[in-house]
């Protein structure tokens, strides 16, 4: 017992107060018996982690299978009627234990670590979906989401469907030569720009709607230096709406790094919903479409 009671207050210590007592009896519950497990035994109220994964379910018609989703899962309207467990990279186990789940779905990257290790040693099945900023990824997504609530034949359907309107709205932009060099830029800290690299969503967005990233040699976000914006050259800058601190455009095209690019010259830059742009779920075809118009307009064919 006095381990288990240290375990607890070592994870307090790591997670802060939010975590309360509770991790005591969270430690304390059976091993996960069903580590591995890539279908739901019990599918009857599944704690939803990701926006995309949120989404997927509707797209599905499996909502009724949910009983909680987290903060990034504000589509479909009818999914913000859901208790809401927290932002899905500061997960705390006792809200998401506190809607007594059946099965917790969530997508990769939700944390933090120690929180989803503790989740992950209770008795509640814990079903991690990949992440993949690709075509494939998702419909990889569809298929895994599918498989855990015992609806393969539907996750099918629905892959099939979504391969055909990415497929697609690839091809929109094929025969365009003159390719628009783009900045993502997450937020500005300091006056210093926090810009996206590869293997980032904002990445394969910009490649999927045949746009170039304008930044080379790192991966991740990363705040980057004037003189690393003003060689990156970007054509325009794109940036989430909806999500983090606000950031107007008098405060973006009056940084000076940003004013020395075409972009600034230019005072180009495109926002559109974070969840929609970014989510790489069932709605990113339609994604790909409307930034591929922002940038090409009638370059773009139907």
Avoid: C
Avoid at 153 to 180: H, P
Avoid at 193 to 215: C, F, K, P, Q, R
Avoid at 275 to 299: E, K, N
């Amino acid at each position: 017992m006095v381990s288990f009671l240290k375990l607890a207050h070592v994870l307090r210590l790591a997670l802060g107060p939010a975590i309360g007592l509770s991790l005591a009896f969270v430690a304390l519950q059976p091993g996960n018996a069903t580590e591995g497990a890539t279908v739901f035994a019990d599918p009857s109220k599944i704690a939803a982690i990701g926006g995309s994964i949120t989404e997927i379910v509707y797209a599905l018609g499996e909502e009724k299978h949910l009983v909680a989703r987290d903060s990034t899962s504000r589509y479909p309207k009818a999914a913000l009627e859901l208790p809401d467990v927290g932002y899905m990279r500061q997960l705390s186990p006792e809200g998401v234990l506190s809607v007594n789940p059946t099965g917790i779905l969530a997508l990769h990257g939700s944390g933090p670590k120690e929180a989803v290790d503790v989740l992950m040693k209770t008795s509640i099945p814990f079903i991690e979906v990949p992440e993949h900023y690709s075509h494939e990824g998702i419909l990889e997504k569809v298929r895994i989401v599918g498989k855990a609530l015992g609806v393969d034949a539907k996750a099918e359907v629905l892959a099939r469907e979504l391969d055909s309107k990415l497929t697609a709205a690839e091809q929109q932009t094929v025969s365009i030569k003159q390719r628009k060099r783009i900045l993502f830029v997450l937020s500005i800290q300091g006056g210093k720009i926090l810009a996206a690299g590869s293997e980032t969503a904002a990445d394969g967005m910009v490649e999927l709607a045949g746009g170039v990233n304008a930044v080379e040699g790192f991966s991740g976000y990363k705040q980057m230096s004037d003189e690393a914006i003003i060689t990156a050259r970007p054509d325009v800058i794109l940036m989430m709406s909806n999500a983090g601190p606000p950031v107007s455009d008098d405060e973006l095209f009056s940084n000076p790094s940003i004013a020395s690019t075409p972009a600034g010259a230019a005072r180009k830059l495109i926002r559109i919903d974070g969840g929609y742009l970014l989510g790489f779920g069932p709605r990113t075809a339609d994604a790909i479409h409307d930034l591929a118009v922002s940038l090409y307009g009638g370059q773009v064919t139907d």
